[in-house]
């Protein structure tokens, strides 16, 4: 059974830092594209961030480039999210996805974890 | 950026109806194109891909059609548990992106 489980999140000062991890198990982690897609309360979807199977190609939103670094660990199956220069429109639900092989379709989800922005 | 428009915002039906959103890309996404549902304080849950091809486990009354730019997801006989947001999003190009999202409630 495929499983992701999110966590990092919290609460954090405008200009500050967290790290999110997800935790994977139930596939080959390393077979497949990861993304982190995020969702402010209320709001609806918005894709973040992609890393592929092996790690070497990542892709971001402009709304978040320059400021979060995607990452994964293959050994310990596990998908990072760096976020750095935090501000107040970065609090949301983060959920890591898994992608289809035929990258692009989410096929499975974790149970996010929120990240506030806030003073 | 790809913009994604779904329609309508909101939509109220009866248990047993036949329901149809739509989703307009502002270019041609060829069938790049999938759809989720979410359930309050839920994850979302894919239901379609490429367009029309219903995600295993997904039941046969939700199907999907459409290329280009203009994409319909039509859920054949509402049962109460389809009570839901549900959003497309497109993969032709990155960003990836979403509709803003159907919600659907019953009557």
């Known amino acids: 059974e495929v499983q992701l489980l999110e966590s990092g999140g919290g609460l954090v000062q405008p200009g500050g830092s967290l790290r999110l991890s997800c935790a994977a198990s139930?596939?080959?982690?390393?077979?497949?594209?990861m993304s982190w897609v995020r969702q402010a309360p209320g709001k609806g979807l918005e894709w973040v961030s992609a890393i592929n199977g092996r790690g070497f190609k990542t892709y971001y939103a402009d709304s978040v480039k320059g400021r979060f670094t995607i990452s994964r660990d293959n050994s310990k199956n596990t998908l990072y999210l760096q976020m750095n220069s935090l501000r107040a429109e970065d609090t949301a639900v983060y959920y890591c996805a898994k992608e289809r092989l035929t990258v692009g379709a989410f096929d499975y989800w974790g149970q996010g974890t929120l990240v506030t922005v806030s003073s | 950026d790809i913009q994604m428009t779904q329609s309508p915002s909101s939509l109220s039906a009866s248990v047993g109806d036949r329901v149809t959103m739509t989703c307009q890309a502002s270019?041609?996404?060829?069938?790049?194109l999938n759809w989720y549902q979410q359930k309050p304080g839920k994850a979302p849950k894919l239901l379609i891909y490429?367009?029309?091809n219903l995600e295993i486990g997904v039941p046969s009354r939700f199907s999907g059609s459409g290329s280009g730019t203009d994409f319909t997801f039509t859920i054949s006989t509402l049962q109460p548990e389809d009570i839901a947001t549900y959003y497309c999003q497109q993969y032709d190009n990155l960003p990836y992106t979403f509709g803003q999202g159907t919600k659907l409630e019953i009557k």
């Open positions: 490429d367009a029309s």
């Open positions: 139930g596939f080959t982690f390393n077979n497949y594209a």
């Open positions: 270019q041609d996404i060829r069938n790049y």
